[in-house]
């Protein structure tokens, strides 16, 4: 069956079977193993993608699904090679140990800056809860999303004045 | 890799094409696909039928009820305005649903499709007499939601029926409250939930009470005895504590007496005081 979908900017047309789930596409088929799979029932969220902008669960999603959708991965994170701001803030303040969680919980920490650009710590808590990280505690989590606002918006306010 | 097996998967892009399909063969419906993904897992070949190009997430509203799309996400629910101001047991039940990854894909349609009886949104549904639309190449035809589930699991639905949309009733009342009781905050198949609608006049005396539960009963259920219980009672803290009492009841003579009836019996009834105490004061509770 033949799949048209948008990753990471650009335009994918491949060829896949009916039950393929999408994390599987990206790590098997097309060689983007950023994703992670932990629990593969939509529990740990170490699979977590972005689909038009909103983070789901790969391992809960055909590859069927995203027919015409835009789906986003760790790989589509950085822009031009710059890293994300959430990017250099988790490494910053040391809420990446072991790594397994990390790329679920960026795309979950840039799909919630995107919506709501300065978050209460409780809403960051909220929007990550589906992520679960079992090295860090979450402090340093939370603190680097926190970092993360603030230099984003800080930028935004400095290109507003321009 | 995990291969789930699908030797047909349709992508229709109108009801009349839906339903075509679903009279021709055996096709399960997909939806988000939370609970269908995981249940195919290694299980038997099927054929698959999307159901997300049906234009069934809409949510209106006329004189006297409120029309849910089947395929509304959990997410779309939880920030809706017309479900807030009309149906808020509905939005707040929504948005308590697992984690924000699975609220932006799994529907309403497939909470009730799937009839767990742990299913966040039916006792919240429950409270404001909900009914199914019903679709198939044989007609329409509606049916309540206190008798779609039959057991854990089993529905009266047809294989070549798609649930279209559910219908609920405008009912206000002077207060609110949902109480879910899960194993972690986020992540879970909820163990407990509490639904409550309860109309005070001014001398504080109960006119009506609508309270149902989740994972209490078998299939989710209005407590209908002990809405009765409460109609034309004048609000004390006693009072409460009763109808606590009463809900136990109620819950060891429908479910029987099980190992987990101890753990659940303080708190079922901590939480039927806590949600009519809410509920006594106006408070939609979140929380
Ligand atoms: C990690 C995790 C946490 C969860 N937490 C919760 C929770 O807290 N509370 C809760 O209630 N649920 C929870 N769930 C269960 C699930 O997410 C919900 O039941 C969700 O609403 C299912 O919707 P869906 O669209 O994904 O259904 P699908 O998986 O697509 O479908 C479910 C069933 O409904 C049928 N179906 C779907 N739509 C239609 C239709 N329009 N017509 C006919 N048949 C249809 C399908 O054939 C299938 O049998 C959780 C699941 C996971 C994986
Ligand atoms: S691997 Fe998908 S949620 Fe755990
Ligand atoms: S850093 Fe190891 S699981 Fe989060």
Redesign the pocket.
């Known amino acids: 069956m033949k799949l048209d979908f948008v990753l990471n900017n650009k335009r994918v047309s491949i060829n896949v079977k009916g039950g393929l789930r999408l994390i599987d596409l990206l790590r098997e088929q097309l060689d983007l193993v950023g994703t992670k799979e932990g629990c593969g029932?939509?529990?740990c969220g170490a699979c977590t993608v972005l689909l038009d902008g909103k983070p789901v669960c790969s391992c809960?999603i055909l590859a069927s699904q995203v027919r015409n959708r835009e789906v986003t991965t760790i790989e589509g994170l950085s822009i031009e090679g710059e890293m994300h701001p959430a990017q250099e803030a988790f490494t910053e303040t040391g809420a990446v140990q072991c790594g397994f969680c990390s790329p679920g919980l960026l795309l979950s920490t840039v799909a919630l800056l995107n919506e709501n650009p300065e978050p209460s710590r409780e809403q960051i808590r909220r929007a990550l809860s589906g992520n679960l990280c079992r090295c860090t505690g979450y402090e340093k989590i939370f603190e680097a999303v926190e970092l993360a606002s603030r230099r984003i918006n800080g930028l935004s306010v400095q290109n507003d004045k321009v | 890799m995990t291969m789930i097996r699908v030797t047909a998967y349709e992508n229709p892009k109108s009801i009349e094409e839906a339903t075509t399909f679903l009279a021709k063969d055996t096709y399960?419906?997909?939806?988000?696909?939370?609970?269908?993904?995981?249940e195919l897992r290694n299980g038997m070949p099927v054929k698959l039928l999307d159901?997300n190009n049906l234009k069934?997430n809409h949510v209106t509203s006329n004189k006297d009820n409120i029309e849910i799309g089947?395929?509304c996400t959990?997410t779309q629910l939880a920030s809706n305005p017309i479900v807030s101001q009309f149906v808020p047991l509905v939005g707040i039940a929504a948005g308590?649903?697992?984690?924000k990854q699975?609220r932006n894909?799994?529907?309403?349609?497939?909470?009730i499709?799937?009839a767990?009886p742990?299913?966040?949104?039916i006792p919240a549904l429950l409270i404001y007499d909900a009914e199914l639309v019903l679709l198939s190449k044989k007609g329409r035809r509606i049916a309540r939601l206190d008798e779609f589930i039959t057991s854990p699991y089993a529905t009266i639905?047809r294989n070549d029926?798609?649930?279209h949309s559910i219908i609920c009733k405008k009912n206000n009342k002077t207060g609110y409250s949902y109480l879910k009781l899960?194993r972690r905050q986020a992540?879970?198949?909820?163990r407990m939930t509490i639904s409550v609608a309860l109309d005070i006049d001014d001398d504080n005396a109960v006119i009506d009470a609508c309270i149902s539960a989740g994972s209490v009963f078998p299939v989710p259920s209005r407590m209908k005895d002990l809405e009765k219980f409460l109609r034309g009672e004048k609000i004390k803290p006693k009072l409460f504590k009763e109808a606590g009492k009463l809900a136990v009841d109620l819950m060891i003579k429908h479910s029987g007496y099980r190992w987990s009836t101890p753990y659940k019996e303080p708190v079922l009834a901590g939480l039927i005081e806590r949600a009519l105490m809410q509920a006594s004061k106006g408070i939609v509770q979140d929380n």
Do not use: F, M, Q, Y
Not at chain 2, 28 to 38: E, H, K, N, Q
Not at chain 2, 105 to 111: E, K
């Open positions: 029932k939509g529990e809960l | 399960v419906p997909i939806a988000g696909g939370t609970d269908v993904i995981l159901i069934l089947a395929a959990h308590k649903v697992g984690s699975i894909r799994g529907t309403i349609g497939g909470n499709v799937n767990s742990c299913a966040d949104t639905k029926e798609l649930l899960g992540v879970n198949i909820s």
